[in-house]
């Protein structure tokens, strides 16, 4: 027998299956191995440490009401992202109602580097977000995913839920602009 109901009952589909059986004890353990990941991920996308943890409360919320149906079709932890993707996308829709303003770009950590590497880190850092926020929303999304997060296009594709050929042409064409961005800042241009 192959997939899920091989894997051991301490993994990822196993705790999910003794979730959706109502094991508080198992949502405790899943919630110890994700919520580090899920927090980082969302306070890069919010910017604040309280919404993070806001989001990784309604995540866990949700893991726990649809645990039984997690299909093993992907990673858990893509799964977790996934679900991570859609309350992050839902609270910026609530913020965008109460006020019409985009959200702080990211800054770049430069804590324990010298000063000479600090500030041509803080240099292009701020190219490439420059580069980044000139993306369109589709484009980001994909590259965030990809290099902040480590995911591959299919698990890409599925926290997106959107078809993997997408994933790759949005990569592609995000790709294109980023190389035409920067050529033009580092004045590198053909």
Same mark, same amino acid.
């Given at each position: 027998m192959t997939g899920p109901d091989r894997e051991q009952p301490d993994s990822d589909a196993g705790?999910?299956?003794?979730?959706?059986?109502?094991?508080t004890a198992a949502l405790g353990e899943f919630y110890d191995r994700h919520q580090a990941?899920?927090?980082?991920f969302a306070l890069r996308r919010l910017g604040e440490p309280?919404?993070?943890?806001?989001?990784?409360?309604?995540?866990?919320?949700?893991v726990w009401r649809s645990a039984g149906r997690f299909q093993g079709r992907s990673r858990a932890s893509t799964w977790v992202l996934g679900i991570a993707h859609?309350?992050?996308l839902?609270?910026?829709?609530?913020?965008?109602?109460?006020?019409? #303003? @985009?959200?702080?770009?990211?800054?770049? +950590?430069?804590?324990?580097a010298?000063?000479?590497?600090?500030?041509?880190? %803080? &240099?292009?850092?701020?190219?490439?977000r420059h580069c980044l926020e000139q993306l369109p929303g589709d484009h980001?999304?994909?590259?965030h995913l990809a290099f902040y997060e480590g995911l591959? #296009? @299919?698990?890409?594709?599925?926290?997106? +839920?959107?078809?993997?050929?997408?994933?790759?042409?949005?990569?592609?064409? %995000? &790709?294109?602009r980023l190389r035409r961005c920067l050529a033009v800042l580092t004045g590198s241009e053909p």
């Open positions: 705790l999910l299956r003794r979730i959706a059986a109502g094991s990941r899920v927090h980082a309280a919404d993070a943890a806001d989001v990784v409360h309604e995540v866990m919320m949700q859609h309350k992050i839902d609270r910026h829709r609530r913020q965008a109602a109460r006020r019409d #303003q @985009a959200l702080d770009p990211e800054t770049p +950590d430069t804590e324990g010298g000063p000479a590497a600090a500030l041509a880190g %803080a &240099r292009d850092a701020r190219q490439v980001r999304q994909v590259v591959a #296009q @299919a698990d890409i594709a599925r926290v997106l +839920d959107c078809p993997e050929g997408t994933v790759k042409s949005r990569m592609y064409h %995000a &790709r294109q």
